[in-house]
């Protein structure tokens, strides 16, 4: 098994934010289709870039974004 045990705080976390922020130009942004969950801070993170990427075609490099992450790496 190559996951280890995390120790970070959690807290509620928007689960699946990629695609559910609604933007206008005259208006704040808009979050919707809550998808709550009791999770680290950088879980959200880490979803946010994965959908990014699977979904949005964006580039890899997002992953760097990680990098600085307390407890990023498993391996």
Avoid at 11 to 27: E, K, R, S, T, Y
Avoid at 41 to 50: C, G, K, Q, R, S
Wanted: aromatic content about 6%; overall charge negative.
């Amino acid at each position: 098994n190559m996951l280890k045990p995390i120790a970070l705080p959690n807290q509620l976390i928007h689960g699946d934010i990629c695609g559910n922020i609604l933007f206008h130009p005259d208006l704040d942004p808009a979050i919707i289709d809550l998808s709550l969950y009791w999770r680290p801070a950088d879980f959200a993170t880490a979803v946010l870039i994965v959908d990014s990427i699977v979904w949005n075609s964006e580039n890899t490099s997002l992953l760097d974004l990680m990098e600085n992450s307390i407890q990023m790496h498993q391996l």
